[in-house]
């Protein structure tokens, strides 16, 4: 059996074992997942052959993606990334669904261009435009990366139009906020407004299949009667039985 031994204090007492055959560690299973479905935004170079994004694998390589990907908003949120050696900075997440089905995060320094442009796009899209699928593309200009937001119109996409006042502007901390709930409260209103649909559309369905036969009514008068003809041949039997002719003891 080989595993490594990694020590917790200095008195060799507790320590941690690692790479035991059959063990596993969830936190890093739950981390190493999280780094494969990452899209890492980078600026383009030659040997990402101008791709701005990368899946990292995990030996460490960079597996470069196409620029567009065409998914569903899930949300967004701000994380605040923490260095032994640097100071924190603050990342923002995007999570996507793929056309596939599968889940990915873009990932980029909240100051950064990408995020601006992120944000810009998705402050200028209606909630109706949120819900429906949207083409993302990453393009390299200089050392900057931007994005491009398209939604859908139609059978096509149509790329998102940034005002004027906002162009070559970078979105504040605070806006970048406002983004992030009206993106995350529009994904929360359309899941709720899908399923109050599916309730409603299930409703009908229940209904209909009720209405198909008219309810059964009697009228008090006819319910009388019946009662009466079930009544009457228990009466008629009971009088029988009285009548019946009862013997004489033997002498």
Known sequence: MTFSQVLIDTTAIDQLAEGMLGFSDDAQELLSESMMTTLFISGASSSSNGRCAYLLMEDGS??????????????????????????????????????????????????????SSFLSCFSNLSKEQLAEPIQITLTAKGRATFAAVAYKDGDSFKRVTIPNEQLGKKVSYDRALDVISYINGTSHANQDACAIKQEAEAAIADAAVTNDDDPFEVSANELDDLLSEIREPQKRISKRASKKPVASPAA
């Open 62 to 115: 960079r597996l470069w993606v196409p620029n567009s990907l065409t998914c569903w908003l899930v949300d967004a949120s701000i994380i605040t990334q923490t260095y032994e050696s640097y100071d924190p900075v603050d990342k923002l997440l995007i999570r996507v669904i793929a056309s596939d089905g599968s889940s990915y995060i873009y990932r980029c320094g909240l100051d950064s261009w990408a995020a």
